[in-house]
């Protein structure tokens, strides 16, 4: 069973800039995609950004498109979510999860996710 681990969250003032990364152990990593979603209080967990196991394929929520980059790096069992113009509606507890799949030929949505990280706290200030 893998274990993920977010980390990077904190509070930012709107227009500045975050790094989350997640960390991988326990099992695969490297053939599956990775996601991250966050979830807003009193709102659905919302899909953020998703990236094939080659890295080769992505896709973003029409909301952070422009402003958000997610990656990873297979050797060190890490994807991360770089994100650029925060807003105060970005804030949210992001989580990362490991899809079930090397890669999505449709938009995944988080019944295609099964393994989950405890979340990090990303708070935006206006």
């Known amino acids: 069973q893998v274990q993920l681990v977010e980390s990077g969250g904190g509070l930012v003032q709107a227009g500045g800039s975050l790094r989350l990364s997640c960390a991988a152990s326990?099992?695969?990593?490297?053939?599956?995609?990775m996601g991250w979603f966050r979830q807003a209080p009193g709102k659905e967990r919302d899909l953020v950004a998703v990236?094939?196991?080659?890295?080769?394929?992505?896709y973003y929520a029409d909301s952070v498109k422009g402003r958000f980059t997610i990656s990873r790096d297979n050797d060190k069992n890490t994807v991360y979510l770089q994100m650029n113009s925060l807003k105060p509606e970005d804030t949210a507890v992001y989580y990362c999860?490991?899809?079930?799949?090397?890669?999505?030929?449709?938009?995944?949505?988080?019944?295609?996710?099964?393994?989950w990280g405890q979340g990090t706290q990303v708070t935006v200030s206006s």
């Open positions: 999860a490991r899809g079930d799949s090397g890669t999505y030929y449709y938009t995944p949505t988080r019944s295609d996710f099964a393994s």
């Open positions: 326990g099992g695969s990593f490297g053939t599956y995609a």
């Open positions: 990236i094939s196991w080659t890295a080769d394929t992505t």
